[in-house]
């Protein structure tokens, strides 16, 4: 009774639907979960790419000593990481994480948007240094969204983050000019 009240519901094109589907539901089912398959397998490399790039920050970070400046680090983590990466090519997820992609490894570290800005956050995640009071809450709450979407293989939902910092800015402005406390700058 459910089933012809469901068909009924669905319509004339509904109905070929669904008979499409359970007459070809093993292909279907085969061709959805290899497409998983596959999208799981850019995703956890790409986690495995971040992490990898992050431990080679903390490297860079540690040769340089207690309390190394981000810029430096960055500059040498990016000409280490270009060397011992020239001749590779990754797989990650595409820009909307429908499919994969096949980039230059050695260019990754532009095309995940990994600054200066992003390895001060790394190193104050890994590190403890610098402490969490040196960033304006805006830039922290940037840096930190792109460290999470990347660190869980998501690049679709990472918004650049010099645009973030300007929505939260305008947003804090906003609030002032109604009159709201800003919080205070550290």
């Keep these: 009774m459910f089933q012809a009240l469901f068909e009924l519901m669905l319509g004339k094109v509904g109905r070929a639907f669904l008979a499409f589907y359970s007459e070809y539901s093993p292909f279907i089912n085969a061709a959805a979960i290899v497409y998983g398959g596959i999208l799981v397998y850019a995703h956890n490399n790409l986690r495995a790419l971040v992490r990898r790039m992050e431990a080679m920050i903390v490297e860079c970070a540690r040769d340089l000593g207690a309390s ?103 947003r804090l402005q906003e609030k002032l000019k109604r009159g709201r406390k800003a919080p205070r700058k550290k």
């Design 68 to 170: 190394p400046d981000p810029v430096l680090v960055h500059s040498r983590f990016a000409a280490r990481w270009k060397q011992e990466h020239a001749s590779r090519t990754a797989v990650i997820p595409s820009r909307r994480d429908l499919w994969l992609t096949r980039v230059p490894a050695d260019g990754l570290p532009e095309l995940l948007q990994i600054r200066p800005d992003y390895v001060r956050m790394a190193m104050h995640k890994m590190l403890g240094d610098p402490p969490a009071r040196s960033f304006r809450p805006a830039v922290y709450r940037a840096w930190e969204h792109l460290r999470h979407q990347l660190l869980i293989g998501m690049r679709a939902g990472a918004r650049d983050p010099d645009e973030l910092i300007a929505a939260m800015e305008e």
